[in-house]
């Protein structure tokens, strides 16, 4: 027996296998209810065959897409949209490249009178080197789109002061980084992610710099509600693939967070009591 | 406004002496290291690192797939105009340099015909150049041109004679995104040589454009030296300074460089420091490592068949079909060109060509929606009415 064979064969149906083991765990945005906890971006892919593939792969409802990128007045020729399915996906319309709040709140408008859902990831990155957001910009940006009624996931630097005041402004999510975009460096931010996980009443996705899928595990483990991965995914020899070890990482990372991990110890745990006088 | 201090601080002698000292630990110095100095730079554009080119390939291939994925952006060139009153001895442009052809600029009629032939080819991202020529472009038809391409194109840069802030400020208000412009040489005494009249004769000017180009809102900045003029190695080392310069400057704009080769030049000029196709890999593989975030222009300049072999060496954006004459897409009358072009094939073959190199061709990368301006406004309401 292959078991090897019969996973590369049937990658969607693992995944789905995978994702049945926490139906009871649903990841809960604006109240609307997805099995899965492992985001996709879409930017970056050598092909729409190479992006189909980490999509199935991945078992991902909620994609995203840089506004800037895809031309929605012909998505069937786009190499982006062509490969979306609007009926398994939450197509995630996102302000990537936006250097003000104006610009970001009109990239939004313009994706929902183009037909998509009123959702949208707020991408305030002003300096195209390292794609950093700006946490002035995305909390007026924040403030604008959802007095238009707007869902909004906004991308922020790892600040938990920043995440809190974008929940009380009402948003979806946040989606702290754990490292720049594409670096692939992993939760460099993690102090700071703890405490925004830890504090935080709405859903925590860890968003860039994820670069393997022991990344995403951690994350994970430390109790974020779900992570967005695409470079990692762009990048790999083998999308697909590349792809369902993140998506099994996540949910790992899930069921072991649930499960109560134990403390990590410096030393071995003394046998004989320092105050086993007292008993 | 500084890069002039910066420029003075690097003269050729120093420069040179930089690069003939580097030797082989210097090379190996700089591939092991994250982020490169300037000695890291010099040592890679030195004649010791021409022995290491496989090694600094695969390095600048991961760098650049991770900042920018397996995609190559595409670009056309529209001439707006080949009327020219700067003198420079290597373009078939200048009157001096006794080249044929008809010399006209477009009408906005005229524009509005280039744009719709190259629209239906599927390009979001076009280039309009004229000459160094403000009497026959200026400003005012230069912004009338540039908001008549963004009626077709979702992204729309100039590559056209220096110009002042506000000059930049009133294009960037009518939707231009990137502004490309070209030192040509950063060397003072060869730049005095060979641009003999007119405004481009102001080598401090010209150096300061692009600056001044990015404080007024340009998020695409583009420069390059015109290999040929002088040594390629000191040209890339200062190009190279340029563009980090430009990065710390203008730093919510998206910098770019690049690195044409002379090839054919008017009877007059000689070809001095010719950069063979060796050299040329070497110098971009050095540029990519010291500027991993930068953006590499590839032109149809260059061969068909070397093009595709430099796609995965760090080219980010690629021409495709151009033509360097005013009309030539859709008025098929035989107006002078800039040069000739080596990679005649159509836009829809290289897009063919990056596929097969592994690569997404993409077509569009930026949006209307970014620029707000009364022409937005009615074309969205038109795209909205239509969708309904």
Same mark, same amino acid.
């Given at each position: 027996?292959?078991?090897?064979n019969?996973v590369?064969?049937?990658?969607?149906?693992?995944?789905?296998?995978?994702?049945?083991?926490?139906?009871?765990?649903p990841?809960?945005?604006?109240?609307?209810?997805?099995?899965?906890?492992?985001?996709?971006?879409?930017?970056?892919?050598?092909?729409?065959?190479?992006?189909?593939?980490?999509?199935?792969?991945?078992?991902?409802?909620?994609?995203?897409?840089?506004?800037?990128? *895809?031309?929605?007045?012909?998505?069937?020729?786009?190499?982006?949209?062509?490969?979306?399915?609007?009926?398994?996906?939450?197509?995630?319309?996102?302000?990537?490249?936006?250097?003000?709040?104006?610009e970001?709140?009109?990239?939004?408008?313009?994706?929902?009178?183009?037909g998509?859902?009123?959702?949208?990831?707020?991408?305030?990155?002003?300096?195209?080197?390292?794609?950093?957001?700006?946490? *002035?910009?995305?909390?007026?940006?924040?403030?604008?789109?959802?007095?238009?009624?707007?869902?909004?996931?906004?991308?922020?630097?790892?600040?938990?002061?920043?995440?809190?005041?974008?929940?009380?402004?009402?948003?979806?999510?946040?989606?702290?980084?754990?490292?720049?975009?594409?670096?692939?460096?992993?939760?460099?931010?993690?102090?700071?992610?703890?405490?925004?996980?830890?504090?935080?009443?709405?859903?925590?996705?860890?968003?860039?710099?994820?670069?393997?899928?022991?990344?995403?595990?951690?994350?994970?483990?430390?109790?974020?509600?779900?992570v967005?991965?695409?470079?990692?995914?762009?990048?790999?020899?083998?999308?697909?693939?590349?792809?369902?070890?993140?998506?099994?990482?996540?949910?790992?990372?899930?069921?072991?967070?649930r499960?109560?991990?134990?403390?990590?110890?410096?030393?071995?745990?003394?046998?004989?009591?320092?105050?086993?006088?007292?008993? | 406004?500084?890069?002039?201090?910066?420029?003075?601080?690097?003269?050729?002698?120093?420069?040179?002496?930089?690069?003939?000292?580097?030797?082989?630990?210097?090379?190996?110095?700089?591939?092991?290291?994250?982020?490169?100095?300037?000695?890291?730079?010099?040592?890679?554009?030195?004649?010791?690192?021409?022995?290491?080119?496989?090694?600094?390939?695969?390095?600048?291939?991961?760098?650049?797939?991770?900042?920018?994925?397996?995609?190559?952006?595409?670009?056309?060139?529209?001439?707006?105009?080949?009327?020219?009153?700067?003198?420079?001895?290597?373009?078939?442009?200048?009157?001096?340099?006794?080249?044929?052809?008809a010399?006209?600029?477009?009408?906005?009629?005229?524009?509005?015909?280039?744009?719709?032939?190259?629209?239906?080819?599927?390009?979001?991202?076009?280039?309009?150049?004229t000459?160094?020529?403000?009497?026959?472009?200026?400003?005012?038809?230069?912004?009338?041109?540039?908001?008549?391409?963004?009626?077709?194109?979702?992204?729309?840069?100039?590559?056209?004679?220096?110009?002042s802030?506000?000059?930049?400020?009133?294009?960037?208000?009518?939707?231009?995104?990137?502004v490309?412009?070209?030192?040509?040489?950063?060397?003072?005494?060869?730049?005095?040589?060979?641009h003999?009249?007119?405004?481009?004769?102001?080598?401090?000017?010209?150096?300061?454009?692009?600056?001044?180009?990015?404080?007024?809102?340009?998020?695409?900045?583009?420069?390059?030296?015109?290999?040929?003029?002088?040594?390629?190695?000191?040209?890339?080392?200062?190009?190279?300074?340029?563009?980090?310069?430009?990065?710390?400057?203008?730093?919510?704009?998206?910098?770019?460089?690049?690195?044409?080769?002379?090839?054919n030049?008017?009877?007059r000029?000689?070809?001095?420091?010719?950069?063979?196709?060796?050299?040329?890999?070497?110098?971009?593989?050095?540029?990519?490592?010291?500027?991993?975030?930068?953006?590499?222009?590839?032109?149809?300049?260059e061969?068909?068949?070397?093009?595709?072999?430099?796609?995965?060496?760090?080219?980010?954006?690629?021409?495709?079909?151009?033509?360097?004459?005013?009309?030539?897409?859709?008025?098929?009358?035989?107006?002078?060109?800039?040069?000739?072009?080596?990679?005649?094939?159509?836009?829809?073959?290289?897009?063919?060509?990056?596929?097969?190199?592994?690569?997404?061709?993409?077509?569009?990368?930026?949006?209307?929606?970014?620029?707000?301006?009364?022409?937005?406004?009615?074309?969205?309401?038109?795209a909205?009415?239509?969708?309904?």
């Open positions: 027996m292959n078991q090897g019969q590369s064969e049937s990658p969607q149906k693992l995944i789905s296998q995978i994702n049945n083991l926490t139906t009871d765990d990841l809960v945005i604006a109240g609307r209810a997805f099995r899965s906890r492992f985001m996709v971006g879409t930017g970056k892919f050598p092909s729409a065959e190479a992006l189909r593939a980490a999509l199935a792969a991945s078992g991902a409802e909620i994609v995203t897409v840089a506004l800037r990128r *895809v031309d929605l007045a012909k998505p069937q020729t786009d190499s982006i949209m062509s490969v979306l399915d609007p009926g398994r996906h939450l197509i995630l319309p996102n302000t990537s490249g936006a250097r003000t709040a104006e970001a709140v009109r990239l939004a408008r313009m994706a929902r009178a183009m998509l859902m009123p959702w949208v990831k707020l991408e305030l990155t002003p300096e195209p080197k390292y794609l950093l957001p700006d946490p *002035v910009e995305t909390l007026r940006a924040a403030e604008m789109l959802i007095k238009e009624g707007f869902v909004v996931l906004p991308y922020i630097q790892a600040d938990p002061v920043l995440a809190k005041r974008l929940e009380e402004l009402g948003t979806a999510t946040v989606m702290p980084l754990g490292a720049p975009i594409g670096s692939n460096r992993g939760v460099r931010t993690r102090d700071m992610i703890r405490i925004i996980i830890e504090q935080s009443k709405v859903p925590v996705v860890v968003d860039a710099g994820l670069g393997a899928p022991s990344h995403a595990a951690e994350a994970m483990e430390m109790g974020a509600d779900a967005l991965v695409n470079t990692a995914l762009a990048d790999a020899a083998d999308h697909g693939g590349m792809a369902q070890a993140f998506a099994m990482a996540v949910i790992a990372g899930r069921l072991a967070y499960a109560g991990l134990g403390p990590v110890r410096e030393e071995a745990a003394a046998s004989s009591p320092l105050t086993g006088f007292l008993e | 406004m500084d890069f002039l201090k910066v420029l003075k601080s690097w003269p050729a002698d120093r420069v040179h002496r930089l690069i003939e000292a580097a030797g082989p630990e210097d090379v190996s110095r700089a591939l092991a290291r994250e982020q490169l100095s300037v000695e890291d730079l010099a040592a890679l554009l030195s004649p010791q690192a021409a022995a290491r080119l496989e090694e600094m390939a695969r390095l600048a291939h991961r760098l650049t797939r991770r900042q920018f994925g397996r995609t190559i952006g595409l670009y056309v060139p529209i001439y707006l105009s080949n009327i020219c009153g700067a003198d420079c001895t290597y373009c078939f442009y200048a009157v001096q340099s006794g080249g044929h052809g010399r006209r600029t477009l009408t906005p009629d005229e524009i509005r015909r280039e744009c719709e032939a190259l629209a239906r080819h599927g390009f979001q991202t076009v280039l309009l150049l000459g160094d020529a403000p009497q026959a472009a200026p400003l005012d038809y230069l912004a009338r041109a540039v908001a008549i391409a963004r009626e077709y194109f979702a992204s729309v840069s100039v590559e056209v004679y220096a110009l802030e506000e000059g930049y400020r009133r294009l960037v208000d009518r939707g231009l995104e990137g490309t412009l070209y030192m040509e040489t950063y060397d003072r005494d060869t730049y005095a040589r060979v003999r009249r007119g405004q481009k004769q102001d080598f401090v000017y010209r150096l300061d454009a692009i600056e001044r180009a990015g404080r007024a809102g340009a998020r695409r900045l583009s420069i390059g030296a015109l290999l040929g003029l002088f040594d390629w190695r000191l040209e890339v080392f200062w190009m190279a300074l340029h563009a980090r310069y430009l990065q710390k400057e203008c730093w919510q704009s998206a910098v770019s460089v690049s690195f044409p080769r002379l090839r030049a008017p009877p000029h000689s070809i001095l420091h010719p950069v063979s196709d060796r050299e040329l890999v070497q110098l971009m593989l050095a540029l990519r490592l010291f500027l991993p975030e930068v953006g590499f222009n590839l032109s149809t300049r061969r068909a068949d070397l093009r595709d072999r430099l796609i995965p060496l760090g080219v980010t954006m690629m021409s495709a079909g151009s033509s360097t004459r005013p009309g030539g897409y859709a008025l098929g009358e035989e107006t002078l060109a800039q040069f000739e072009t080596e990679d005649q094939r159509s836009p829809e073959e290289v897009a063919a060509a990056i596929r097969r190199a592994g690569y997404d061709p993409v077509w569009k990368d930026f949006d209307r929606a970014f620029c707000e301006t009364q022409q937005f406004q009615e074309e969205n309401i038109f909205h009415g239509e969708q309904l």
